[in-house]
């Protein structure tokens, strides 16, 4: 799985992809944490094309903000669609993650 990937004011982006599931879990997961170990250690995942996560896609966001967290970085979500999010209600995550409308709020609060 080959992901967006830039850095803006010492922040990694990344652009998720439209489907996040258990077949790009393992990539997704991987190339995320390589890009936490190579950055400062925060972060903001765009999901404003993912129309669909199962639970694995859940599993790589919350391993992604623990390898933060452990570099004393966070991980910021943004564009998060309705179905995403009602998923993100359902398992209380939204509670876990700071979310953001856009990328201008999630890089003005990480900064």
Same mark, same amino acid.
């Given at each position: 799985?080959?992901?967006?990937?830039?850095?803006?004011?010492?922040?990694?982006?990344? *652009?998720?992809?439209?489907?996040?599931?258990?077949?790009?879990?393992?990539?997704?997961?991987?190339?995320?944490?390589?890009?936490?170990?190579?950055?400062?250690?925060?972060?903001?995942?765009?999901?404003?094309?993912?129309?669909?996560?199962?639970?694995?896609?859940?599993?790589?966001?919350?391993?992604?903000?623990?390898?933060?967290? *452990? *570099?004393?970085?966070?991980?910021?979500?943004?564009?998060?669609?309705?179905?995403?999010?009602?998923?993100?209600?359902?398992?209380?995550?939204?509670?876990?993650?700071?979310?953001?409308?856009?990328?201008?709020?999630?890089?003005?609060?990480?900064?």
């Amino acid at each position: 799985m080959n992901l967006e990937h830039r850095t803006q004011d010492g922040v990694d982006i990344v *652009k998720l992809p439209e489907r996040l599931m258990m077949a790009d879990a393992a990539d997704a997961r991987a190339s995320i944490k390589d890009i936490i170990s190579s950055g400062s250690g925060k972060l903001v995942l765009d999901l404003a094309d993912t129309t669909f996560m199962d639970s694995s896609g859940l599993a790589v966001l919350v391993s992604s903000l623990q390898a933060a967290r *452990k *570099k004393d970085g966070d991980v910021y979500l943004v564009g998060m669609g309705t179905t995403v999010r009602a998923l993100f209600e359902l398992t209380r995550l939204h509670t876990v993650f700071q979310i953001f409308d856009d990328e201008a709020g999630a890089l003005r609060a990480l900064s």
